[in-house]
Nanobody, 127 residues
Framework: QVQLVESGGGLVQAGDSLRVSCAASGRAFSTYVMGWFRQPPGKEREFVATISRSGASTHYADSVKGRLTISRDNAKNTMYLQMNSLKPEDTANYYC????????????????????WGQGTQVTVSS
């Protein structure tokens, strides 16, 4: 069983930056493809970004490209999402997720490709 715990959310103003983190339990963190998803108020959860096991490969939703950066530190069992130039539409509960399987050719945008989920951290961007 893997436990994922997000932290770092908060209330910021438009244009500000914020970094949220995801700490994972256990010793197999480096074997998981990791992802960030978010759920805006009143909407369904959506894909944000994913990162390969080594961290060498990343993939982003079009809406966040150039502003959000996903990274990981396998030595610390931690993944990060650096968010710059935040917009009110980035307001959401941000979830991290871990995938324990390799899906050949997949971009890991689908929720059902992930087995473990954190409880989420709220990010609110005021205008």
């Amino acid at each position: 069983q893997v436990q994922l715990v997000e932290s770092g959310g908060g209330l910021v103003q438009a244009g500000d930056s914020l970094r949220v983190s995801c700490a994972a339990s256990g010793r197999a963190f480096s074997t998981y493809v990791m992802g960030w998803f978010r759920q805006p108020p009143g909407k369904e959860r959506e894909f944000v970004a994913t990162i390969s096991r080594s961290g060498a490969s990343t993939h982003y939703a079009d809406s966040v490209k150039g502003r959000l950066t996903i990274s990981r530190d396998n030595a610390k069992n931690t993944m990060y999402l650096q968010m710059n130039s935040l917009k009110p539409e980035d307001t959401a509960n941000y979830y991290c997720a871990a995938s324990v399987r390799l899906y050949s050719g997949s971009s890991y945008e689908r929720e059902n490709e992930y087995v473990y989920w954190g409880q989420g951290t709220q990010v609110t961007v005021s205008s």
